[in-house]
């Protein structure tokens, strides 16, 4: 009935079943398997109570139970499938399933067998020594064969347990246990050896013990030298000051901790010849008022000047202003205004910075900054402005640039970047600022450069002047604009453009003195109507010449014609169509009204020198006669680069 339960899984029958046929085990076995979760699993130990092996295993696989199955496996001797079990499926019992196997072995006599086992559930150190231990030479020759530094050791110490001190020491040195290599050196009496080992090898413990041996035969020497390879630098620092060894002390305690540095400075500090050593130290263990105290009692400025280097907010205000004071004194000002700024004093460091000229620099002027954070903000961005005016006095605009900024005073800012002259910053600070005010200092800076040759910059000058609602501003830069073009490049046709703008600006502003703005109105009304005759007359000229000679004469009785279209430019036109024509005697006739009207007149500059060349051969008339002006610097050559400084430049007006 009980093996029935196995096949029918009946767990509540079987222990009736077991209760029955008095099988005690197997009760208390199939109890305590009741906490397994699988019911498989507790089946299966009720099949292995009954002797239904095949069925346990079956279950067991069945569930995944391969931590079950090993221990089945163990138990009932199938040693090959428990290694496989746990090798494949538990392998967080690998190492178990070893050292059972290697028991069995054990326990069997197969010590070969055993040993192997052993060495894989890593448990070889204790349980090889133990199940050899009555077997000297055996257990000798596995430790030399393993090389394991540990059983080495554990081996050398049984040999000097035993008195065996050579073989220890072989031992311990194969094991590379330097301590107690010095220890059997030490307790044999060979020192020299000891030390030899341990300078070679730099290891601390054996160094630490070795130093103890030479200072219980006072060997003093060799035991701070000791100490002092262990790094054990308080006790190397104690022997000094019990032996008076002054110059090795200050080494020792500089390689040392704090604490040792300050204790070796209070011994310094007790000999009047030695408190130059005691600031030092002091001042290396962090003991910052001690030891800018002891260099005020005893006057050494040297050291003041190293230590005033490392000072900072923690240290007492009251010895910052000594320190400060103390540079002032001696005319180090630069030292004297860090330390007022490190002590929070930032008016005395600028008003010092003020007086004698000291530099603001960027990382000065970093830690006079406040942080934001800070509550009083009005004291903040006063501070951020008086650094800011005494960086701009001293010619760093860049950096003034960035303190009126934090400041928020975004037209000092600008002021400060057009002194330094960086274009390409002045641009993105007026991009960024979107201030009306910044826009129109930003364009006045654009228009004292070279914009004629960068239309990048022409751009940025009207689009600023836009953005700042600079209108009659922007109207006198399209002026100036028009009057290169007709100075330059003898271009009408654009400085007419540029002229129409300006009056359409000039027409938009809104300036305070409106009769003004109606005169530069009239009077820019003119120039454009001048122009545009003069404009005229050269495109019609293709077509009827006559006609534009015509329109030409009557622009040289307009009054006031050079204020708009250069009267050179009118005469020239002139003769060279006169002299195309052949009538040399007219186009000589306008070239001395030209003189006449022109007085210091460079005639080469208004009409070709082939032209001028061509009229005198055919009047025959010296090329010298008049004001001189045909000889002038101009000629073919100035003529012909005027002309392709007008191919280049000829494209749209911006």
């Known amino acids: 009935m009980a093996k029935m339960c196995v096949k029918t899984r009946r767990l509540d029958v079987a222990r009736v079943c077991l209760g029955n046929m008095g099988h005690a085990r197997g009760a208390r076995a199939l109890r305590e398997s009741e906490k397994e979760p699988e019911l498989d699993a507790r089946v299966a130990m009720l099949a292995v109570q009954l002797g239904l092996l095949e069925d346990a295993e079956r279950l067991y696989k069945n569930c995944s139970r391969y931590d079950l199955l090993n221990e089945f496996y163990q138990a009932s001797g199938q040693w090959s499938k428990a290694m496989e079990t746990a090798e494949l499926q538990d392998r967080i019992h690998l190492r178990t399933t070893y050292y059972n196997y290697a028991k069995h072995l054990e326990a069997k006599g197969d010590i070969n067998g055993a040993i192997p086992n052993y060495e894989k559930s890593d448990t070889h150190r204790f349980e090889v020594p133990r199940m050899l231990f009555d077997e000297p030479q055996a ?22 347990s035993t008195g065996e001190m050579e073989t220890a020491l072989q031992f311990y040195e ?64 104690r022997l000094c000051k019990e032996h008076n060894m002054d110059d090795q002390l200050m080494n020792l305690a500089l390689m040392s901790t704090q604490d040792d540095m300050i204790e ?27 030891a800018l105290e002891l260099a005020f009692e005893t006057q050494q400025f040297a050291a003041l000047q190293l230590i005033a280097e490392d000072l900072d907010e923690t240290t007492d205000p009251m010895l910052l202003n000594r320190c400060a004071n103390f540079f002032q004194e001696h005319g180090q000002y ?19 910075c003020q007086e004698h000229d000291v530099t603001i620099t960027e990382k000065l002027a970093e830690k006079m900054t406040l942080s934001k954070e800070d509550k009083n903000n009005e004291i903040r961005m006063k501070l951020l402005e008086k650094v800011a005016d005494l960086a701009f006095q001293q010619g760093s605009y860049h950096l003034a640039t960035k303190k009126y900024t934090q400041a928020g005073n975004k037209v000092k800012a600008m002021r400060a970047l057009l002194k330094s002259g960086d274009t390409e910053k002045i641009i993105f600070f007026a991009g960024v600022s979107r201030q009306k005010e910044i826009y129109v200092m930003a364009a006045n800076y654009l228009q004292s450069l070279d914009w004629r040759k960068d239309p990048e910059i022409m751009k940025n000058i ?36 540029a002229l129409s703008e300006a009056f359409k600006c000039l027409s938009k502003a809104k300036m305070k003195n409106t009769s003004q703005q109606e005169e530069k109105l009239a009077a820019l009304k003119q120039r454009i109507g001048l122009v545009k005759k003069f404009v005229q007359a050269r495109r019609c000229y293709d077509e009827e010449p006559d006609e534009s000679m ?49 007085p210091t007149v460079n005639m080469a500059y208004y009409i070709n020198m082939r032209t001028i060349e061509a009229i005198h051969q055919a009047l025959d008339i010296p090329l010298g006669r008049g004001m001189g002006a045909e000889n002038g610097g101009g000629g073919i050559d100035d003529d012909d680069e005027v002309e392709e400084d007008v191919q280049e430049e000829d494209e749209g007006f911006c």
Not at 334 to 352: G, N, P, R, S, W
Not at 466 to 476: I, M, N, V
Not at 491 to 497: E, I, R, V
């Open 139 to 160: 257990l000798e020759a596995y430790i030399m064969k393993t090389k394991d530094k540990s059983l080495r050791k554990w081996w050398a110490q049984y040999m000097e």
């Open 174 to 237: 194969a094991a590379q246990d330097f301590l107690s290599l010095a220890r059997v050196y030490c307790y044999c009496g060979n020192l020299d050896k000891a030390a030899e080992m341990a300078n070679e090898t730099g290891d601390k413990a054996a160094c630490y013990h070795l130093a103890r041996q030479y200072e219980n035969q006072d060997n003093i020497k060799e035991s701070i030298h000791f100490f002092t390879r262990a790094q054990a630098y308080s006790q190397a620092i």
């Open 264 to 290: 070796a400075a209070r011994y310094y500090e007790s000999n009047p010849e030695s408190q130059d050593k005691a600031v030092m130290l002091y001042h290396k263990g962090g003991f910052f008022s001690k």
């Open 334 to 352: 630069d030292k004297a205004v860090d330390l007022l700024v490190v002590a929070k004093k930032f008016a005395d460091a600028l008003e010092l």
């Open 462 to 497: 009207i689009g600023f002047y836009t953005k700042g609602r600079a209108l009659d501003s922007l109207a006198g830069f399209y002026d100036a604009c028009a009057q290169v073009e007709i100075d330059e490049y003898q271009n009408y046709d654009k400085a007419l453009g």
């Open 550 to 598: 015509k329109q030409c004469h009557v622009l040289l009785e307009e009054p006031d014609l050079d204020n708009a279209v250069r009267v050179g430019d009118v005469y020239g036109m002139m003769v060279e169509h006169y002299a195309r024509q052949e009538q040399h005697k007219k186009a000589y006739g306008l070239m001395e009204e030209m003189r006449a009207r022109i």
